[in-house]
Structure formats: C-alpha cells, structure tokens
C-alpha cells in the first residue's frame, strides 16, 4: 500500500508549506520542491521496471533500439520538464515555465527529426 | 521513504528562520534578520539542490538521457 505513504507524505507537506508561506513563501518553495523529487524518485523504479517489459517486448517485435530509446528519450524529457515548469508556476513564475516548456517542446522536435524522416524515407520508397 | 526527514529538516529550518527574523526585527537588528534569512535559505538550498541531483542522475539511468 504505497499509495497510503504517498498520500501522507503529501498531506503533511501541503500542512508543513501552508504553516511557512505565510511568513516565508522561498522555505514552502523548497518543501513543494523536496516533496516533488521525493515522489519522482519513488516513482522512477516502477518506471524503470515498466521501461524494462517495454524493451523485452520490443526486442521480441524484432524492432529497432533505436525508435524506442528515442520514444523513452522524448518520455523522459517531458516528465522533468513538466517537474520544473510545474515548480516554477507554483512559485509564481509563470513566464519561466512557459520558457522550460517550449523549450522542452523544441528538444522533443529534435528528437522526433529522424523518426519523421524515416517514416517519409519508407513512404518514397512504397511510392513508384 | 528513506529521507522523509529532509522535508521535516526543511520546514525546521523555515520555522527557526522565520522566528529568528521576527526576533531580530522587533529588537531594531534589520541587517541581522536579512542575513539570518539568506543564510537559511542557503543551507536548505544546498541540500534541495543535491536531492535535484540523484533525481537528475537517476532520471537520465532510467530513460537513457545522456
């Protein structure tokens, strides 16, 4: 019943941060911080272990390594991205959260580059 | 759930800080509570930052980032 841990630890930080942003809202930034990577590093076994079936079932399909580790690439960026965006608009900084996404959304772009060019390159080949 | 104890860490330091402002600022020491609080927020900073850190090496393990 990890979920029961999880959801104590979220209440007594939600309690612990209301207690400090009244008088020290830069103290309840580093708790929401420390209680988002907490949750993240717990979560990231399960992750892992899923990420684990995912490249056993694609070496079984006989796929490429290359188009999962680009997919796992383009997950892996847009949960830390999505991490810090979501700190930075808690702490009111809406304009540098909407930075770290875009600029996580040009990253993912140039990781799908070569994906979207192989799907054309097998499309000019079916094509006579 | 090893270090649940950092979030406790975090909010004692906030609690003592933010006492120890209100001490110093009602007994006429401005100059004192604003270092009281930097340093604060200096100490707790280094050990979010190193938190952000394993969660950064682990995330790049985990998803092949590098």
Redesign the interface.
């Known amino acids: 019943m990890e979920i029961i841990q999880i959801v104590g630890l979220g209440i007594v930080a939600t309690v612990l941060a209301v207690v400090l942003r009244h008088n020290k809202p830069e103290m309840a930034v580093f708790l929401s911080i420390s209680v988002g990577v907490m949750l993240f590093l717990l979560m990231l076994g399960k992750i892992g272990a899923v990420i684990d079936v995912l490249k056993e079932l694609s070496a079984r399909a006989n796929l490429s390594m290359v188009y999962l580790g680009t997919i796992l690439k383009i997950v892996g960026i847009a949960y830390v991205a999505d991490f810090g965006s979501q700190i930075c608009r808690d702490a009111g900084e809406g304009a540098v959260a909407s930075k770290i996404e875009f600029a996580a959304k040009i990253l993912v772009l140039v990781l799908a580059v070569p994906i979207v060019v192989a799907v054309l390159n097998s499309l000019l080949k079916l094509v006579p | ?1 090893g ?2 104890d ?3 860490k ?2 004692g ?3 003592l ?2 006492a120890a ?2 001490v110093l600022k009602s007994s006429g020491k401005e100059d004192y509570a604003f270092i009281t ?1 930097v340093g ?2 200096a100490v ?2 280094v ?2 930052i190193q ?2 850190g ?3 090496d ?3 393990s ?4 590098f």
């Open positions: 759930m270090d649940i950092l979030i406790f975090i909010a330091v906030g609690i800080v933010a402002h209100w609080t604060g927020v707790v900073l050990w979010v938190q952000l394993t969660l950064f682990q995330v790049k985990v998803f092949k980032l």
